[in-house]
């Protein structure tokens, strides 16, 4: 399979040094915008949902804004006194047009913020905020793994997020050493169990990466996004002189879930380790090595680093001291 979500060259021109570039600009300087490339698409996200479509076509580019956060009909009228009142109706074809939809992008937040789904959304949103701290922050810098999208559909497949890990020190020199990572978040003790809940997913994806064809189009995405991101300034890392795209390895590959809001007194999580070590023991695909982690905190917050991400083992232990 091809890298489905990789921007085609117009549309990075576009985006570094044309029409949107004002768009891209804002996103690199406002914290709680995310961009995930799409391929013939960009979506900028805000507090974990769509904020903006922004897809590229023969006669410029279109612009798609849910209307389901504008439930009290409001936003045209809002529109209408900044002057722009049919902004998001029609093609964008200049750098003005772009700039004029950057300068309406807060009435847009405004509606999402008062959203029933935004608000109570907090699963999403801390996926986008997983994603800014490891990519764009000042904390990425020394971070061991990097987002390259959150919300990844890909064939069959959805994952929270997407990215790999790249290790500072080690590995940093190294642009054809990338790990490809595949995130899963779940909010509260809710999350955990059932037919979407850690092992459904497990399985899933076990299911997924027997199929080389899907396994090689996977890292052809997590490559493409990972290069074009940084060729954005949309990922932050030292940077050196070398221009030389990012490759990911072709036999390791991690598996991460992001377990939020956990409760340690709870004993929801044991037969749920006994039975992810059951299934990854039963996966046998020759030449891939797949490691299953559970990310936690260095001290407090969401900075990734390989020493903080658990096998089950390690969770156990934890676990049982949280009881002691």
């Given at each position: 399979?091809?890298?489905?979500?990789?921007?085609?060259?117009?549309?990075?021109?576009?985006?570094?040094?044309?029409?949107?570039s004002p768009l891209l600009q804002e996103v690199?300087?406002?914290?709680?915008?995310?961009?995930?490339?799409?391929?013939?698409?960009?979506?900028?996200?805000?507090?974990?949902?769509?904020?903006?479509?922004?897809?590229?076509?023969?006669?410029?580019?279109?612009?798609?804004?849910?209307?389901?956060?504008?439930?009290?009909?409001?936003?045209?009228?809002?529109?209408?006194?900044?002057?722009?009142?049919?902004?998001?109706?029609?093609?964008?074809?200049?750098?003005?047009?772009?700039?004029?939809?950057?300068?309406?992008?807060?009435?847009?937040?405004?509606?999402?913020?008062?959203?029933?789904?935004?608000?109570?959304?907090?699963?999403?949103?801390?996926?986008?905020?997983?994603?800014?701290?490891?990519?764009?922050?000042?904390?990425?810098?020394?971070?061991?793994?990097?987002?390259?999208?959150?919300?990844?559909?890909?064939?069959?497949?959805?994952?929270?997020?997407?990215?790999?890990?790249?290790?500072?020190?080690?590995?940093?020199?190294?642009?054809?050493?990338?790990?490809?990572?595949?995130?899963?978040?779940?909010?509260?003790?809710?999350?955990?169990?059932?037919?979407?809940?850690?092992?459904?997913?497990?399985?899933?994806?076990?299911?997924?990466?027997?199929?080389?064809?899907?396994?090689?189009?996977?890292?052809?995405?997590?490559?493409?996004?990972?290069?074009?991101?940084?060729?954005?300034?949309?990922?932050?890392?030292?940077?050196?002189?070398?221009?030389?795209?990012?490759?990911?390895?072709?036999?390791?590959?991690?598996?991460?879930?992001?377990?939020?809001?956990?409760?340690?007194?709870?004993?929801?999580?044991?037969?749920?380790?006994?039975?992810?070590?059951?299934?990854?023991?039963?996966?046998?695909?020759?030449?891939?090595?797949?490691?299953?982690?559970?990310?936690?905190?260095?001290?407090?917050?969401?900075?990734?680093?390989?020493?903080?991400?658990?096998?089950?083992?390690?969770?156990?232990?934890?676990?049982?001291?949280?009881?002691?």
């Open positions: 399979m091809p890298a489905t979500h990789q921007l085609s060259s117009e549309f990075m021109h576009d985006l570094k040094n044309g029409i949107l690199r300087d406002d914290d709680t915008l995310l961009m995930g490339l799409r391929g013939t698409y960009i979506t900028v996200y805000y507090r974990g949902g769509q904020l903006l479509k922004v897809t590229r076509d023969s006669d410029g580019y279109s612009l798609t804004f849910d209307s389901k956060y504008d439930t009290n009909s409001v936003l045209d009228g809002r529109l209408a006194r900044h002057g722009c009142q049919d902004i998001l109706k029609r093609r964008i074809r200049s750098i003005d047009d772009t700039a004029q939809v950057v300068s309406i992008l807060s009435e847009l937040k405004r509606l999402m913020d008062r959203h029933p789904q935004v608000k109570s959304g907090l699963e999403r949103e801390f996926q986008q905020v997983t994603a800014r701290i490891n990519s764009r922050s000042k904390s990425s810098n020394s971070s061991h793994y990097f987002i390259t999208d959150i919300e990844h559909k890909y064939d069959d497949a959805r994952y929270d997020m997407l990215g790999v890990r790249w290790r500072r020190n080690l590995e940093h020199r190294d642009r054809k050493c990338l790990v490809p990572v595949l995130f899963e978040m779940k909010y509260g003790l809710d999350a955990l169990a059932g037919t979407s809940g850690v092992i459904g997913h497990l399985k899933k994806t076990l299911d997924h990466l027997t199929n080389a064809a899907f396994l090689t189009g996977l890292r052809k995405n997590i490559e493409a996004q990972f290069s074009q991101l940084s060729q954005l300034d949309l990922i932050k890392y030292e940077r050196g002189k070398s221009t030389e795209e990012f490759h990911t390895v072709v036999d390791h590959i991690q598996i991460v879930l992001v377990l939020a809001e956990y409760v340690p007194h709870s004993e929801k999580l044991m037969p749920i380790l006994d039975e992810c070590d059951k299934r990854i023991a039963e996966f046998n695909t020759p030449g891939l090595q797949v490691d299953l982690r559970f990310a936690s905190a260095s001290l407090c917050g969401y900075a990734m680093h390989e020493c903080t991400m658990l096998t089950t083992e390690q969770v156990r232990l934890l676990l049982d001291t949280w009881k002691s």
